[in-house]
C-alpha cells in the first residue's frame, strides 16, 4: 500500500508554505518527518488529514496496484496535544469510541486499555487527572480501534514519559506492516531508533535524506541538509 503525494502546494495568504510537494510513502516502513519550526510539518498534516484544503495537487491511496483519491476516513491523526474528553474516565471514553466504530474482532475494552499497558486503577480515574504519557496512549489507542490506512503522528512521545515511550515505541513497530506511518519530530534520536526512512521539510519541498539514519554523521547531514546543503532527488 501506497500514499502518492504528486505537486501539493497550500498557501497562506502571500507565503507558499507547500510548494508542489512531491513524495511517496510506502506501508511496512515508519517515515520520519524532519523540519525546522514553521518549515510546514504542522500544515502538511492537516492537508493529508483533511483539516486544509490544498490549494492544489492530487493526493492517492494505491492498493494492489489500483490507485483511487484518497478519502478523509482513509487518515488518522495523533495531534502533539491530546484533544480528550478529561471529563470521562479513560474506560469511559474507550468504550464510547468503541461504539462509534465498529469492531470486526472480540477485544474487549479492558482487552484494549492492556494492550496500551493502562492499569485499572488508572483506566477508572478522570482523564483530566492522567499524564501526557497517558493521554497520547489514549489517543493511540484510538487509531487501533478504528485502523486508518495512514496514520500521522504528529509529535507523538513530546513530554512523555520513559516507561510510555517504550510502550508507544512497540505499539507503532507493531503497526507498521498494514498501514502507512509518518512520524513528525523534532527529536533526532527518535528518528535514528524509530524510523526506516527519514524526509525533510525544507523551503516548501519535501525531499529524501541521502544518508542511512544509522550513518555516523547523520546529524550532520541533516543540518547540512536545513540548511540548504544535498538532499536525494
Given at each position: ?64 496496484g ?57 483506566r ?31 509529535e ?31 527529536i ?21 535524506l541521502?544518508v ?9 547531514k ?12
Open positions: 500500500m501506497k500514499l502518492i503525494v504528486r505537486e501539493l502546494q497550500k498557501s497562506f495568504q502571500e507565503k507558499e508554505v507547500l510548494k508542489g510537494v512531491t513524495y511517496t510513502f510506502s506501508s511496512g516502513e515508519i517515515t520520519g518527518l524532519l523540519g525546522r519550526n514553521g518549515a510546514g510539518k504542522t500544515t502538511f498534516f492537516n492537508v493529508l488529514y483533511g483539516d486544509l484544503m490544498a490549494d492544489g495537487g492530487e493526493l492517492f491511496l494505491e492498493e494492489n489500483v490507485e483511487h483519491p484518497l478519502q478523509v476516513e482513509d487518515v488518522g491523526m495523533v495531534f502533539s496535544e491530546n484533544y480528550l474528553p478529561e471529563f470521562l474516565t479513560g474506560y469511559e471514553f474507550i468504550t464510547f469510541y468503541m461504539d462509534l466504530h465498529a469492531q470486526s474482532d472480540s477485544r474487549s475494552v479492558d482487552d484494549y486499555l492492556d494492550f496500551m499497558e493502562i492499569s485499572q486503577e488508572d477508572h480515574r478522570i482523564i483530566k487527572g492522567y499524564s501526557d504519557g497517558m493521554k497520547s496512549k489514549l489517543s493511540l489507542l484510538c487509531i487501533f480501534i478504528s485502523k486508518p490506512k495512514v496514520i500521522l503522528l504528529d507523538p512521545l513530546t513530554a512523555v514519559d520513559v516507561v510510555s515511550s517504550i510502550a508507544i515505541k512497540r505499539f507503532l513497530l507493531a503497526l507498521k506492516d498494514n498501514h502507512i506511518l509518518i512520524l513528525s519530530t523534532h533526532m534520536a527518535l528518528a535514528e531508533d524509530l524510523c526506516d526512512k527519514v524526509v525533510v521539510l525544507d523551503k516548501g519541498i519535501l525531499m529524501a541521502d542511512d539514519k544509522k550513518h555516523e554523521q547523520f546529524e550532520e541533516v543540518l547540512e541538509a536545513l540548511q540548504g546543503g544535498t538532499y536525494e532527488t
